[in-house]
């Protein structure tokens, strides 16, 4: 039986740099557009949400 073996691979500091960055920046777009969204509009999309991935709310 032939049994392989994983190896780390090194990720280059510029890309967990840039993948960082893009989650911050995610992640502050989703906090503030939470933040100033209307409360209709956060249950709204919850709502539509919650049919598109084929949950019974009604």
Known sequence: MN???L???ATPATARLG????ALV???FFV???????AQTL???AHDMRH?????CH
């Open 3 to 5: 049994v392989s073996t």
């Open 7 to 9: 190896a780390p691979v």
């Open 19 to 22: 993948a960082g960055l893009f």
């Open 26 to 28: 995610l992640g502050a």
């Open 32 to 38: 503030w557009g939470a933040g100033f969204a209307s």
């Open 43 to 45: 249950h709204d999309t």
């Open 52 to 56: 598109a991935f084929g949950f019974p």
